[in-house]
């Protein structure tokens, strides 16, 4: 019998949707991981909605390609391992950055300008290549069938810092805006633009990367000492976005939406829609645009959210209908942190040395004079390092007098009979101690007009002083402003890369999570859920207890803690000794992770009160998972050996013959 539980559902997965979060490279291998499981399970084809953002998106466009070029997943899994293991992206990304030709078209020479060549020479159109013109593979390979292959809407997300929202460069068989409901691109342009751009885009970490700008700091098809395309991109930013400005910055998806939710919902509503005529406006904003980016305002959010129509408005707000959606799995990477930041001792704190140890004489001796040495680092102020400073610069300019009369009066003329060596000399002896000087002096008079400006500044903001503001700007202790500075960056990064992410993954689940048609419907499927999982006591883990499936194996539960564990960064590591990778040990746990979050799903979510299937299909998709489990749990790498031993590449098969050797 149907319940309020039940009534938004269709009781099987023929509809799926996949948002795949930001995270690096843990983000990266996670991801293949539960791709894999999916795929194992047969319903990776169920997928018509794929969502993806920062290091999410290198699985999320690469399996997009792959769909759309149909080739088998096998080979989309073969490709990272075959380049990422090995790649020393560092030096990569190191060897373009000083290499004669700059890495960008408008001439910029950064981290993320080389990334984008690094992505795209090792990754697109390595593997990709071959089925465009000239192995040029641009977003047009997407766009030139939408709704080629099982994917419907396929979209990689950005945060553009022109108006503070998502930038979506996404293909749909519905129409779409690729930007958002402020900027827009009209067909044409977006066309040209190369995937490993869109790549770039989509990953550039704030603080860690530099902004990526557009139309600028993209690869266009006529790129040369003249950038036609380019010019005319800019020419209609300029003429159609309100600010009248040619080129905007493109940033992290992660910053507006971590975990591509909000796009995943807004293609929901285009399949609500059904409008199939593509957008034809001109590059930039456009009427066409309206209605269909995210709410303008909180009260629209609020709507939205909620997924009730609004008819006082541009937007139009749908709710998603049973057959629109079976299930949005959310696949998820955050990092845990015992504390958002360390523990910073004072300066003066005490250590104590304990009664019975004992040292020599002259480990003493160096001793005191380290501890000398610190006190009176210590007590460096701004004024004596001021004052020190111009002492030394009048040493200097005495020792510069002194040169030059030794020069001139008392070194015989006759004895320098090489031109050479006398200007060497000359520069040697007088010219550099003047250029020190020079540097020094200007460097003094550049700190005392910043000091005298910010005097001025105090006594504007605050008029009534009981001493000079200078005088307690020179008793300050520089060890105080150091450990100041450090005390003021260590929240800063906090808060954008942990509480700040945080929040926003928060208000990513709670757009889901809060509307009614959407509950549930969604699998947030987190990397650290085997984590929290293992000392559950209900219904279901008696019900895996009963099969022998639980709990989990100290081994699989080491894998889940190391992959869960990992920092975020672009590169993959072996530990000396360790048969693993970081990719092995990801791709282990995103296939558990999946696999049980599934299977839990299944159970919990897909049955009547009274245990019955609603759709009786299900039943088959539970036993196979719970088989998949029941290998996981007897040999954790199980499933990862039987892919190695599929693949194309000899060194995989190889591995996977010394795992069953070593393990």
């Known amino acids: 019998m149907q319940s309020d539980k039940t009534k938004y559902l269709s009781g099987n997965l023929n509809q799926m949707a996949l948002s795949l979060s930001g995270g690096g490279v843990r983000a990266v291998g996670f991801h293949l991981g539960t791709m894999s499981m999916l795929d194992r399970l047969g319903l990776i084809r169920n997928f018509q909605i794929i969502s993806s953002v920062s290091g999410g998106s290198m699985p999320g466009i690469g399996y997009s390609l792959a769909q759309h070029f149909d080739r088998p997943f096998q080979a989309f899994f073969d490709d990272f391992y075959d380049f990422l293991p090995d790649l020393n992206i560092l030096e990569e990304l190191l060897k373009r950055l000083t290499q004669d030709k700059a890495p960008s078209p408008s001439g910029r020479r950064d981290m993320i300008t080389a990334l984008a060549n690094v992505y795209n020479e090792f990754y697109f159109e390595h593997y990709f290549g071959k089925y465009v013109k000239n192995k040029k593979l641009t977003f047009d390979a997407l766009m030139n069938q939408p709704g080629k292959g099982h994917l419907k809407d396929m979209i990689f997300n950005a945060t ?42 989509s990953s550039c970490i704030p603080v860690g990367m530099e902004p990526l700008f557009f139309p600028d700091d993209f690869h266009w098809p006529d790129d ?64 066409s645009s309206l209605g269909r980016g995210d709410p303008p305002g909180p009260e629209d959010w609020a709507k939205w959210m909620s997924g009730r129509i609004s008819e006082d408005s541009n937007h139009k707000f749908v709710g998603v209908k049973p057959e629109d959606l079976d299930l949005l799995i959310v696949s998820d990477t955050p990092v845990r942190k015992a504390s958002f930041f360390p523990r910073v001792l004072h300066s003066d704190t005490v250590k104590t040395i304990p009664e019975n140890s004992k040292k020599k004489p ?77 540097v020094t002096l200007r460097g003094l008079f550049w700190y005392k007009g910043k000091k005298a400006e910010l005097i001025a500044k105090l006594h504007h903001l605050i008029p009534h002083w009981e001493r000079f503001p200078g005088k307690y700007i020179n008793n300050l202790r520089l060890s105080d402003l150091v450990q100041m500075g450090i005390l003021r960056i260590g929240p800063t990064a906090a808060l954008t890369s942990s509480i700040y992410m945080d929040r926003i993954r928060g208000l990513g689940y709670s757009t889901a999570f809060s509307r009614e048609d959407l509950q549930n419907k969604i699998l947030a499927n987190e990397i650290f859920a085997l984590q929290d999982k293992r000392d559950s006591k209900d219904p279901f883990h008696a019900l895996l207890g009963r099969e022998n499936a639980w709990p989990p194996p100290p081994e699989l539960l080491r894998i889940v803690d190391t992959a869960a564990s990992m920092q975020t960064k672009l590169w993959i590591d072996q530990r000396e000794g360790d048969p693993l990778n970081d990719l092995d040990y990801l791709v282990v746990c995103g296939q558990a992770t999946i696999c049980y979050n599934l299977m839990k799903y299944v159970w919990e979510e897909l049955r009547y009160e009274d245990g019955s299937w609603i759709d009786p299909k299900m039943a088959g998709v539970f036993d196979q998972a719970l088989t ?24 995989m098969k190889s591995h996977a013959s010394e795992l069953e050797k070593l393990l």
């Open 362 to 438: 002259v480990q003493k001796a160096r001793s005191w004079i380290q501890s000398l040495k610190e006190t009176a680092l210590k007590r460096v102020t701004v004024g004596m390092l001021s004052k020190l400073t111009w002492l030394l610069t009048f040493a200097l300019v005495l020792s510069a007098i002194f040169a030059f009369v030794e020069w001139f009066i008392f070194v015989d003329p006759t004895l320098v009979t090489s031109a050479l060596l006398k200007w060497t000399l000359i520069i040697f002896h007088v010219g550099l101690p003047l250029l020190l000087i020079g």
């Open 160 to 201: 553009e810092f022109k108006t503070g929202t998502a930038f979506r460069f996404q293909v749909s068989k519905y129409r779409c805006l690729i930007g958002n409901g402020n900027i827009a691109l009209c067909r044409k342009h977006a066309s040209q633009i190369r995937i490993a751009d869109i790549m770039a885009a």
């Open 224 to 287: 040369g000492k003249q950038r036609p395309t380019n010019d005319e991109i800019r020419a209609a930013l300029a003429k159609n976005t309100n600010t009248h400005e040619p080129s905007f910055a493109l940033m992290d998806g992660g910053v507006y939406d971590n975990q591509g939710i909000t796009s995943t919902l807004l293609a929901l509503n285009r399949h609500q829609e059904k409008i199939t005529e593509q957008d034809t406006h001109e590059c930039g904003f456009s009427s």
């Open 628 to 651: 998949e489990w029941k290998k996981l749990m007897a040999d954790p790498l199980s499933l990862l050996k039987d892919r190695k031993h599929q693949s194309r590449l000899p060194e």
